[in-house]
């Protein structure tokens, strides 16, 4: 759990840097899909990559991981090769791909049995099978596992050998509520066993809850890292949903000189009502959102027939960063 270390999984990681990259091109044909990319993940921490689809995540993992090769510039796993010296990192890192690689026919419990048997000192299989509720699903067949199992028993496989280093994909696709929280209980015991945790997601809570360091990168750059803290800024926004025609600008100039008025996203279809729209309300003053500036908001809702829902004083989430940084458009890839 979080917070205490498990003999369970502690895996006797040296101090050294967990994944190094500097200026890494890779590229298919014409298409650049990484194009100079430099990040670094550290041991005991877990580094969150985050882009939309395309934007050069899964190239960037593969050549980290030794699938492919970079076309130019250095990456360094454990301060090895990861292309060059491959057989000697395949003990030291655990890779969870989102296809899992796991023949149809193999049983859950023999399958994660035989991957623990590669290695000198792994966890014990049954650990990880009762750890991730997988036991009662041991003699089932890889094929006829729910989409759910399936995830978590190829999470067992990328940690039962002890890794120093360990890359998740979308470790939490399509789990329900218990089980992810399950795997985030498991990530978190991995940090603080001192293991490296590269962790890509399209879920922005997910990254925000888990990651020390995140690396946002769209169409193959780097576009911002940081702590999440460090990203969102900890500035403060006055959020509610009203009318889409809403009159922001009459709004805005009753707003004092530092705040502003902002849609946020698609106007929402309510059933058998008019459509509704996200609202953002930001101040650069020094002092944020007061109570002052709530009332403001308020009473020119109460003065106009505004019926403002959910009117709440929050922070900047790490997805309304991502949004902006990224924009808000959908990607055909």
């Known amino acids: 759990m979080q917070g205490r270390r498990s003999p369970a999984i502690d895996s006797g990681a040296m101090e050294t840097a967990a994944v190094e990259a500097t200026d890494l091109v890779k590229r298919y044909g014409a298409t650049t899909a990484v194009a100079g990319l430099t990040f670094s993940a550290a041991r005991g921490a877990v580094t969150a990559l985050l882009g939309p689809n395309g934007a050069g995540k899964t190239s960037t993992v593969e ?3 030794g699938f492919r090769r970079a076309d130019a510039g250095r990456v360094r796993v454990l301060g090895m090769d990861p292309a060059a010296d491959a057989a000697g990192l395949k003990p030291r890192v655990g890779v969870m791909l989102q296809s899992g690689g ?3 026919g193999a049983r859950a419990g023999e399958w994660l049995r035989l991957v623990a048997s590669f290695h000198a000192r792994p966890v014990p299989p049954e650990v990880l099978l009762e750890r991730l509720g997988l036991l009662s699903a041991a003699a089932t067949p890889f094929r006829r596992l729910s989409g759910g199992q399936q995830q978590r028993l190829c999470l067992a496989a990328a940690v039962v ?3 120093e280093l360990v890359f998740l994909d979308e470790p939490t696709a399509g789990l329900d509520p218990q089980a992810r929280h399950a795997t985030w209980d498991l990530v978190c015991e991995l940090r603080d066993c001192g293991v490296g945790v590269v962790l890509t997601t399209h879920y922005m809570e ?3 809850r888990l990651a020390d360091h995140v690396v946002i990168i769209d ?4 576009v911002a890292a940081g702590a999440p803290g460090e990203l969102t800024d900890s500035r403060q926004e006055l959020r509610f949903t009203a009318e889409t025609d809403l009159d922001t600008a009459s709004l805005g100039a009753a707003l004092p000189a530092a705040a502003r008025i902002e849609r946020r996203g698609e106007p929402a279809e309510r059933r058998g009502a008019a459509p509704r729209t996200d609202y953002a309300v930001t101040a650069d003053a020094p002092e944020g ?3 002052d500036l709530v009332a403001t908001v308020s009473a020119w809702c109460a ?4 019926s403002p829902e959910g009117l709440r004083v929050q922070r900047r989430s790490l997805e309304d960063v991502f949004l902006e940084l990224t924009g808000r458009d959908l990607r055909e890839q």
Do not use: D
């Not at 169409?219 to 780097?222: D, S």
């Open 289 to 291: 959102i007061g109570p």
């Open 63 to 65: 050549t980290c991981e």
């Open 102 to 104: 796991v023949p149809t």
């Open 161 to 163: 050998g002890r890794p």
């Open 206 to 208: 997910e990254a925000e």
């Open 303 to 306: 003065a106009n027939g505004v």
């Open 219 to 222: 169409h193959g750059r780097a």
